[in-house]
């Protein structure tokens, strides 16, 4: 069992749509999280760090609720740009990072 | 360099053939990882350098797979005798120190095995 589970959709959503992702950590002992979007052929890139008191970046939100072992991405305002597979992340090691299998977004207009 | 770049960008290799992928990070960074992500996976840890010492080589899956890293710049990747099973994209990334903050991938090299 990966220690980083995510739904891995895909998600069809239209522009303009608020869409949420969600993913379950496995190991307790994992310190930090982040967000990172995949292009399609392409490297990940960081989208946010995730903290406990929730962190914002326009048009994205991110959470992390340590009590259930869950995290939370929620896009608002969906554009065609914003489809990519986004990466639930975390980091137990002080270096190593988890990887999700990834969510799949495609915004349609 | 302004990025972490890999070479090559693609790499066929028949069946037992010996591959050799190249990272070269950003400068002045610490820090370098190797990952490995299979179609449809996300990226999974395979090994760790602080410098020029291995420090983790835990995810390296056979004793087929070396890294080094000799003057703690310019890293390579090492599959011997390669199997179809090693089919996937190779990604370096690195860091001015640990933690997971600051991680910048390269493009990757993305290996088939025919």
């Known amino acids: 069992r990966k220690e980083v589970e995510q739904d891995p959709g895909p998600f069809n959503v239209p522009e303009g749509a608020t869409v949420a992702f969600n993913c379950t950590y496995s190991?307790?002992?994992?310190?930090?999280f982040f967000w990172y979007r995949q292009d399609c052929r392409k490297e990940p890139k960081l989208l946010m760090s995730v903290y406990s008191s929730g962190n914002e970046d326009g048009r994205f939100t991110a959470q992390l609720n340590r009590a259930s072992q869950y995290i939370s991405l929620l896009i608002r305002d969906s554009k065609l740009s914003d489809s990519a597979t986004y990466l639930c992340?975390?980091?137990?090691?002080?270096?190593?990072?988890?990887f999700g299998k990834g969510t799949s977004l495609l915004v349609t207009p | 360099g302004a990025g972490v770049s890999q070479s090559p960008r693609y790499k066929v290799a028949k069946r037992g053939q010996d591959v050799a992928l190249r990272c070269d990070p950003i400068s002045g960074h610490v820090s370098l990882f190797w990952y490995q992500q299979a179609l449809g996976q996300g990226p999974e840890f395979l090994t760790y350098?602080?410098?020029?010492?291995?420090?983790?080589k835990s995810g390296l899956p056979s004793d087929r797979f070396f890294a080094e890293r000799p003057e703690g710049s310019v890293s390579t990747l090492k599959i011997q005798r390669t199997q179809q099973e090693d089919s996937a994209v190779y990604l370096c990334?690195?860091?001015?120190?640990?933690?997971?903050?600051?991680?910048?991938f390269g493009s990757g090299t993305r290996l088939t095995v025919v």
């Open positions: 990334a690195s860091s001015l120190g640990p933690g997971g903050y600051g991680y910048t």
């Open positions: 190991n307790s002992a994992s310190q930090s």
């Open positions: 992340v975390g980091a137990n090691s002080g270096y190593a990072l988890n």
């Open positions: 350098f602080q410098n020029e010492a291995q420090l983790d």
